[in-house]
């Protein structure tokens, strides 16, 4: 499995990023695209989480109403919308992948990451 994130990026608070992830590799039809991300000197956050199954997408409370995942099935990638951003949500994003469901217990498969950096 492989996963590649891009669209990282320096942004004022309050603006807008999106978040893309290319997919490959999984030998199963089930399986769940998230994003997960670490600020410095604290724990990582799953941030939201999305099946190839039926299911509603998942939020952390700290980005719901803010945030949107959604996936492009013909083209292996999962995007992260993000609006309305704070300097609180600065932090490396990664890409996670797990065979299964949301919500995932912890994920086996992770991109690279991608830094966000939201400040004036």
């Known amino acids: 499995v492989q996963l590649v994130e891009s669209g990282g990026g320096l942004v004022q608070p309050g603006g807008s990023l999106t978040l893309s992830c290319a997919f490959s590799?999984?030998?199963?039809?089930?399986?769940?695209i998230g994003w997960v991300r670490q600020a410095p000197g604290q724990e990582r956050e799953d941030v939201s989480c999305?099946?190839?199954?039926?299911?509603?997408?998942e939020y952390a409370d700290s980005v719901k109403g803010r945030f949107t995942i959604s996936r492009d099935d013909y083209n292996n990638t999962v995007f992260l919308q993000m609006d309305s951003l704070r300097p609180e949500d600065t932090g490396i994003y990664y890409c996670t992948g797990e065979y299964g469901r949301c919500p995932v217990a912890e994920y086996d498969y992770w991109g690279r990451g991608t830094q966000v950096t939201v400040s004036s």
């Open positions: 590799g999984f030998a199963m039809d089930t399986y769940a």
């Open positions: 999305i099946s190839t199954t039926y299911g509603s997408p």
